[in-house]
């Protein structure tokens, strides 16, 4: 989590950018999927928390918007121009453009404003870096424009709007929830119209959570993230004749019905709508099991949860790229805490994977994942109270 001299330095950066001090500061965490990998976007349920990792912004209203970020260059433009632009897709103006334009069209107040941040969420990281950087600009319009009043609910979905519309990915509603609630959250999706987010006490007893990055970069991987949920969409559609996986009555047959290949269904939308009834059920299983404080009950569900993303989801690799895959850094993390659980967070292919880490391992498994990966590529994360947010009396 950031401390005062992380804000100190983010509101020195915005001074020196722009001639005068900043009226605040914020933070926008990133996200930690506990449990439920590619459930959200087929409305099935997932755990989801806020992670220490994240943005640090300083900012100030403006005629326009301007947005300053350390290392990586500067965008700006007016609020005449929010339009989405196929040209745009993909970049970091497209989110903040789809920010504004979701937040107008639900009938908040927008304006513009200079902002100055940098980010510790390493490349790759796989903890959501778009989610906490759409949720930077909302919490930025809410706390200038709004009086800080928008929901969390509210701030996500305008976020979840960006990526989708403007960005041109096909999320799901875990990474803004996991930026804009923080702490710990079961998410269930169900029924699109009382859609629940149930807040949960973090266990003390969960291990040392530490993620490790191969190396590699979610750029330019989008349409290979949408086919996810395009596969379970046409399950859903050509099977059961419903629009999401998570609308199907009876999970239990809809899995022994898909446990044989199906004529004229292709085989890869058919395993990973596996993947998600199976992924659905061991979340509600989670449910009983942080109520109970089942340390070795979690971690076989995550260690369940490998196996699908391997055999049925197919996102623990491009194909034909093992070296510097998630895949072959779960292998080498199994082979150090076979008594833990390593699995891919989040969109999966690349980017990084999720160890929970047993008591009296952690330095050595740092050391051992640090020789083949390097030490900045293996973070020890913790998990933020609330998401992102104003914090007080940082400059």
């Known amino acids: 989590?950031?401390?005062?001299k992380d804000f100190a330095n983010v509101a020195a950066g915005f001074s020196k950018e722009f001639g005068v001090k900043p009226e605040g500061c914020l933070f926008s965490p990133g996200r930690l999927e506990i449990l439920g990998n590619h459930t959200d976007h087929?409305?099935?349920?997932?755990?989801?928390?806020?992670?220490?990792?994240?943005?640090?912004?300083?900012y100030r209203k403006a005629e326009q918007v301007t947005i300053v970020s350390e290392g990586y260059g500067k965008i700006e433009f007016p609020l005449s121009d929010l339009a989405s632009k196929e040209s745009e897709k993909g970049t970091t103006l497209a989110l903040s453009k789809g920010v504004l334009k979701g937040l107008s069209d639900k009938g908040y107040r927008i304006g513009g404003f200079q902002a100055f941040i940098n980010s510790d969420i390493f490349p790759g990281a796989g903890v959501s870096s778009s989610a906490a950087y759409e949720?930077?600009?909302?919490?930025?319009?809410?706390i200038l424009y709004n009086e800080g009043k928008i929901p969390c609910l509210e701030k996500a979905k305008v976020g979840q709007y960006a990526e989708n519309v403007y960005f041109g990915k096909a999320s799901g509603l875990l990474d803004q929830c996991g930026?804009?609630?923080g702490g710990v959250q079961y998410l269930d999706f169900h029924n699109?119209?009382?859609?629940?987010?149930?807040?949960?006490?973090?266990?003390?007893?969960?291990?040392?959570?530490?993620?490790?990055?191969p190396g590699s970069s979610h750029a330019g991987l989008s349409d290979l993230y949408s086919d996810m949920p395009r596969d379970m969409w046409l399950v859903a559609d050509k099977i059961f004749h419903k629009k999401y996986l998570g609308e199907v009555e009876n999970p239990a047959e809809a899995l022994?019905?898909?446990?044989?290949?199906?004529?004229?269904?292709?085989e890869r939308s058919?395993?990973?709508?596996?993947?998600?009834?199976?992924?659905?059920a061991r979340v509600a299983a989670a449910k009983e099991v942080f109520s109970r404080g089942d340390l070795q009950g979690f971690l076989a569900l995550e260690r369940a949860t490998e196996k699908s993303q391997e055999q049925?989801?197919?996102?623990?690799?491009?194909?034909?790229?093992?070296?510097?895959?998630?895949l072959e850094a779960v292998r080498r993390a199994e082979e150090i805490i076979p008594e833990g659980a390593s699995r891919v967070m989040g969109g999966g292919l690349v980017g990084s994977i999720i160890c929970f880490v047993p008591e009296g391992k952690r330095e050595s498994f740092i050391k051992k994942m640090s020789s083949y990966y390097g030490p900045k590529a293996v973070v020890e994360v913790s998990i933020p109270p609330h998401g992102a947010g104003r914090v007080d009396d940082a400059i």
């Open 1 to 4: 989590m950031s401390g005062r």
């Open 42 to 58: 087929n409305h099935g349920s997932c755990i989801v928390a806020g992670c220490s990792l994240g943005i640090r912004a300083a």
């Open 135 to 142: 949720l930077f600009v909302v919490e930025t319009v809410n």
């Open 179 to 181: 930026s804009s609630f």
């Open 192 to 213: 699109p119209n009382d859609f629940r987010v149930t807040p949960m006490a973090f266990p003390k007893w969960l291990p040392h959570i530490i993620l490790v990055n």
């Open 256 to 266: 022994l019905l898909l446990s044989k290949p199906i004529a004229g269904l292709p």
């Open 270 to 280: 058919r395993l990973r709508a596996i993947h998600f009834f199976s992924e659905d």
């Open 312 to 326: 049925y989801l197919q996102n623990v690799m491009i194909p034909g790229h093992y070296e510097g895959s998630p």
